[in-house]
């Protein structure tokens, strides 16, 4: 029973346009979100994260948006550049950040185009 | 820094054999995780050290599975005797406090 789900496998964008990558979870606990980026053998390095107590986070091109209502979270990423194609993982966790055991989903391949 | 280190990168053994994978964490670091992702799937917990003792080991499979750090150091996960099921990608990563988690690049394990 997956709880933190990412539904779209893949995503392909244009150089310069947004990327908007979406989370789904269902657990209620959880109350701190995070996104990792993987590049192809390699492991996956910490992008940005947000409380459940703020709506959005920005850092740089890469902005995260929270919804607790429909228990969904999105990645904005602005502009899009190729060096950003990698494998996104949106994690979870109900210990508010204090500890680092986290529920990841399932991935989504982002493939920006030159 | 030197960052988290994993050995090796890949293995590949028989069904029935042992295999010890190998983690050494960003230097400092109490915080030691392991997790494992299989077939494409999604990342998952499966123990926490804190220094040399176990946090939580929850996320174990079973018990043909053994993690230990000594001295709060570097840490191994060996699994014995193995079993196809257990191919997949085990990352360690590591952390000081409640910041966010570096990972190593991972050990691919196949078994045949």
């Known amino acids: 029973d997956q709880q933190v789900k990412q539904n779209s496998p893949s995503l392909s964008v244009q150089e310069g346009r947004i990327s908007i990558l979406n989370c789904d979870y269902t657990?209620?606990?959880?109350?701190?979100f995070l996104w990792y980026k993987k590049y192809p053998a390699e492991g996956p390095t910490f992008l940005i994260s947000i409380s459940s107590i703020k709506d959005k986070n920005e850092d740089g091109r890469f902005t995260v948006f929270l919804n607790k209502s429909a228990k969904h979270l999105s990645l904005h990423i602005v502009p899009s550049q190729p060096g950003d194609s990698a494998v996104y993982f949106c994690a979870a966790t109900p210990y508010g950040g204090a500890t680092n055991k986290l529920i990841f989903g399932t991935g989504t391949l982002l493939a920006v185009q030159p | 820094e030197a960052g988290v280190t994993q050995f090796p990168s890949h293995s590949v053994i028989e069904k029935g054999q042992t295999v010890t994978l190998r983690c050494d964490p960003i230097s400092g670091h109490d915080n030691l995780y392991w997790y494992r992702r299989v077939m494409g799937k999604e990342i998952k917990f499966l123990l926490h050290?804190?220094?040399?003792?176990?946090?939580?080991e929850s996320g174990m499979p079973n018990n043909r599975f053994l993690a230990e750090r000594t001295g709060g150091t570097y840490s191994t996960l060996k699994v014995q005797p193995a079993e196809l099921e257990d191919s997949g990608v085990y990352f360690c990563?590591?952390?000081?406090?409640?910041?966010?988690?570096?990972f190593g690049n991972g050990t691919r394990l196949t078994v045949t």
């Open positions: 050290f804190v220094k040399e003792s176990k946090q939580d």
């Open positions: 990563a590591s952390s000081q406090l409640s910041q966010p988690l570096h």
């Open positions: 657990n209620s606990m959880f109350d701190y």
